[in-house]
């Protein structure tokens, strides 16, 4: 069983980090924001980026990041950032208590603390111009750890 707590421990920080970016108290409102926020990513990425960005993640939350997921169709082609954050909203309902964009630029600062910046970097540039204008503006640090 000490391998589970391992997992667990892995995936928590991704939660208390989204829980402070929100900001809430709720686990439970942090994890279906943090699983919108990154399923409407993976839906918008390449396979190949798709994977690229996976290995980098807790196997909690890579679990989080594939569940349900069909590459059939992939990347979706959205060009606008109103586009994507409309995604978002579909992948967090049925709730509605959190916009689109708190969700979107607190899964980008927690992705700037655990990802490379190479990783990140290619995320990037995947992302329509006026999206990764719209999450930069509320996520770059500048302590991130090179990688």
Do not use: C
């Amino acid at each position: 069983m000490d391998i589970f707590n391992k997992l667990t421990d892995h995936a928590t920080p991704w939660v208390k980090q989204m829980m402070a970016e929100l900001p809430t108290d709720d686990r439970h409102h942090a994890w279906h924001a943090l699983r919108a926020g990154l399923h409407a990513l993976r839906d918008r990425l390449t396979v190949e980026e798709v994977a690229h960005l996976s290995a980098q993640l807790p196997l909690l939350i890579r679990g989080l990041f594939y569940e349900g997921w069909d590459p059939t169709g992939k990347p979706l082609r959205i060009r606008h950032a109103n586009d994507f954050l409309a995604l978002v909203r579909e992948k967090y309902a049925p709730r509605s208590d959190t916009p689109a964009t708190d969700i979107i630029r607190a899964l980008f600062r927690i992705l700037d603390r655990h990802v490379s910046r190479g990783e990140l970097t290619d995320i990037m540039v995947n992302l329509p111009t006026e999206l990764a204008d719209l999450v930069r503006q509320g996520h770059v640090r500048e302590d991130h750890p090179e990688g």
